[in-house]
């Protein structure tokens, strides 16, 4: 057997490794988002039954503060396990774009059929991510990150304004409170994705990256 096709072998079982480590992942955390919201459901549900049962008094505030900071804890830490299946998926693509740069320089003329990156860089994971569409804004607002943050927020949210209420603020603070505690928790936790995303692009140094293009006259 050639070491050209023993190479590539190698590099197949590889790829394939990456791949199913990827689907693996995702399919791990789309469960743990999953268990989330069955609970932020069953809360609901069983807010509903005991003021159906005993009306909006003390006993449904303090069951509701409790349920509300149970959800938001879960939900938080749900969120910070996106943020590190995020990370984690991006260094599989560059794993990936790095055994397509073997696959290129094993045979140049394949290079024009790879719809996904060949270089380990920004352009590539660019590439990768975006395909032949390029990354917008509306891949940001689709994410599972930012669903899980908005979910995240909007308990926040209602989990300050109960307090506030529990302590006797007036209608007008309860909104006022409810709604800056949603905004601030969305913001710290896309500052914290951010942050880590960045950590890891600084550390990170690309060995194969794309040739750079001819210099302007």
């Known amino acids: 057997m050639q070491p050209g096709s023993v190479r590539a072998q190698l590099l197949a079982t590889e790829h394939w490794s990456l791949l199913a480590t990827r689907s693996q992942t995702w399919a791990e955390v789309m469960g743990r988002i999953t268990i989330h919201l069955t609970v932020s459901s ?37 969120a910070v396990r996106v943020y590190n299946a995020s990370t984690d998926d991006l260094a599989l693509v560059l794993g990936m774009n790095r ?58 949210g209602v989990l300050c304004a109960l307090v506030t209420d529990a302590l006797g603020g007036a209608t007008v603070a309860v909104a006022l409170v409810g709604v800056a505690g949603g905004l601030v928790h969305l913001a710290v936790m896309a500052e914290i994705g951010r942050r880590q995303y960045r950590r890891f692009l600084h550390r990170y140094e690309p060995r194969f990256p794309a040739a750079p293009g001819p210099k302007e006259p």
């Open 99 to 156: 055994l397509r740069a073997a696959y290129v320089a094993l045979d140049p003329g394949v290079e024009t059929y790879l719809v996904a990156g060949s270089t380990d860089d920004l352009a590539g994971i660019d590439r990768t991510y975006g395909m032949i569409v390029r990354r917008n804004l509306s891949q940001v607002l689709g994410s599972a990150a930012l669903f899980v943050s908005a979910v995240n927020a909007i308990v926040a």
């Open 42 to 78: 069953a809360a609901i549900v069983a807010l509903a039954l005991v003021a159906q049962a005993s009306g909006f008094g003390p006993t449904f505030q303090g069951l509701a503060i409790g349920l509300a900071a149970i959800v938001l804890l879960l939900g938080t830490l749900t």
